[in-house]
């Protein structure tokens, strides 16, 4: 069973629309972190989250933080081509090391 | 600019052919992490090292080994290639005990093995 469930898998969408997408999990974290990855480049931190219902504003993009602290999401408002990706997220579990858990990530294209 | 270097870049080996990927970081982070990505299974964490002189095993430690040959450098060794093992592999570093801190990836290494 996988720890960490993403979805949409798959999401292609027009510029200017907005979109969420949903990581979600049966474990409580103890911090969960998204990430995006470019075509040929490694993914880069976007945000941490730790406290039950915690919501953290990045420009476009807004990441909410489950009250029971199980799933998060990722909204995007007026989405632009360069905001095209893998959007990967990443949980610490409660009590674990520090070694990150990572979901298989949701494939955005944004078509302008 | 700091981050994590891996190297190669690229590269395509035969079948039972070995060959080491080398990684290297210049943040003085204590964690170090070897990943693999493949369509659809997501990144799975192949070996990882906490601190300098430590590794254990990760999800998919088979094929694999690795040296924590200081606190910047993680190699990760194949030591007879298999096709399975094509793959795009990334190395990670990471601060130790904060929880709020993530990774920061290498560029990546593209495995072919015909």
């Known amino acids: 069973t996988q720890l960490l469930e993403q979805s949409p898998q798959f999401l292609s969408i027009q510029e200017g629309e907005n979109l969420t997408v949903y990581c979600n999990s049966s474990?409580?974290?103890?911090?969960l972190q998204w990430y995006r990855q470019e075509p040929g480049e490694g993914p880069v931190l976007l945000v941490t989250?730790?406290?039950?219902?915690e919501v953290k504003k990045l420009k476009r993009l807004t990441f909410q933080f489950g009250d029971a602290r199980k799933d998060s999401s990722l909204h995007i408002t007026a989405a632009q081509p360069g905001d095209t990706g893998l959007y990967l997220c990443?949980?610490?579990?409660?009590?674990?090391?520090?070694?990150?858990?990572f979901g298989k990530g949701t494939k955005l294209t944004v078509n302008p | 600019n700091a981050g994590v270097t891996q190297t190669p870049k690229f590269q395509v080996l035969k079948t039972g052919q070995s060959m080491t990927l080398q990684c290297a970081q210049d943040?003085?982070?204590?964690?170090m992490y070897w990943y693999r990505q493949d369509p659809g299974m997501g990144l799975r964490l192949i070996y990882y090292?906490?601190?300098?002189?430590?590794?254990d095993k990760g999800e998919v430690p088979n094929g694999y080994n690795v040296s924590r040959l200081n606190k910047r450098e993680f190699s990760l060794r194949l030591e007879s290639a298999a096709p399975s093992q094509t793959s795009v592999y990334f190395c990670?570093?990471?601060?130790?005990?904060?929880?709020?801190?993530?990774?920061?990836f290498g560029s990546g290494t593209r495995l072919t093995v015909v």
């Open positions: 943040m003085n982070h204590n964690s």
């Open positions: 990670a570093s990471s601060e130790a005990q904060d929880r709020l801190y993530g990774y920061t």
């Open positions: 989250v730790v406290t039950g219902g």
């Open positions: 090292s906490a601190s300098e002189g430590t590794t």
């Open positions: 474990s409580v974290f103890s911090s």
């Open positions: 990443a949980l610490r579990r409660r009590g674990g090391s520090e070694k990150l858990v």
